[in-house]
């Protein structure tokens, strides 16, 4: 799968501190391209895989404005919002900072589309990451240290499983890309062989940006650790099966 790295050139520091950059994993250039053509493969991978609707892009426009909602937020009142101070729409959430449900939720996924494309995200909101805890089990502070990088909030609107195969054959591939916004401002969007999974169980995994502060080493992506949980799950089955 093709990777890319778009770093978004703001025109004073200023600027590039309320918004960040936008990755796509791979190569960093100067200029953005058109809208949605470097993570086009990612989401209808050479026509193997139904086509993923819409355009992280809608999700990147809706990241920058809450970056500077929450950066804006944390100097006047000295922490990050509550969730229910950020959804409430009927007052500025900072100073000259007003959002909009399409700063909180993604309209790509309130589409007839969408809908039919069998997502896995069950309703339009952006995942709220912020109140969580790191990897390592740590709660994510309000002002992360230099060099540190929490992801605050992301979607998975761009993001399906699908089975190929069938009988001992058959797997389950995961496509399409993830967007996440980072406590550094940072919005990436991801392909599923540039994101990692992180074991939690025997037969389970965590979806996490191969960045994120506080991830262990040695971590693979996301399909790799997904065929090693089924390949145990069958040998276990057949392990089983010889008693």
């Known amino acids: 799968m093709r990777k890319y790295l778009i770093s978004a050139i703001c025109v004073s520091a200023g600027c590039l501190a309320c918004f960040g950059r936008v990755i796509l994993s791979g190569r960093r250039v100067g200029v953005r391209p058109e809208p949605a053509g ?89 995942e709220f990451n912020y109140r969580g805890v790191r990897p390592n089990g740590r709660h994510k502070p309000a002002f992360p240290q230099k060099g540190e990088k929490d992801l605050w909030f992301s979607s998975k609107h761009y993001k399906r ?14 496509y399409g890309v993830i967007v996440g916004l980072f406590s550094d401002g940072d919005i990436q969007i991801r392909s599923m062989d540039q994101l990692v999974a992180v074991r939690h169980w025997s037969n389970g995994m965590q979806i996490r940006f191969p960045d994120e502060t ?28 010889q008693r």
């Open 161 to 174: 499983t699908m089975a190929i195969g069938k009988g001992n054959n058959a797997r389950m591939v995961n």
């Open 38 to 126: 470097d993570h086009r493969f990612a989401l209808n991978p050479g026509g193997i895989f139904p086509k993923i609707p819409g355009d992280p892009e809608t999700a990147v426009r809706s990241f920058r404005h809450l970056y500077r909602a929450m950066i804006g937020f944390r100097t006047n009142r000295g922490r990050l919002p509550a969730g229910f101070e950020l959804k409430d729409l009927s007052r500025p959430i900072a100073p000259g900072i007003q959002l909009t449900i399409d700063d909180i939720s993604c309209s790509d996924a309130k589409t007839p589309e969408f809908a039919a494309s069998r997502p896995e995200t069950p309703g339009p909101d952006y």
């Open 214 to 241: 506080g991830l262990p080493k040695g971590l693979l992506s996301v399909n790799d650790t997904w065929q090693n949980l089924v390949d145990e799950a069958r040998l276990n089955s057949r392990n089983q099966y």
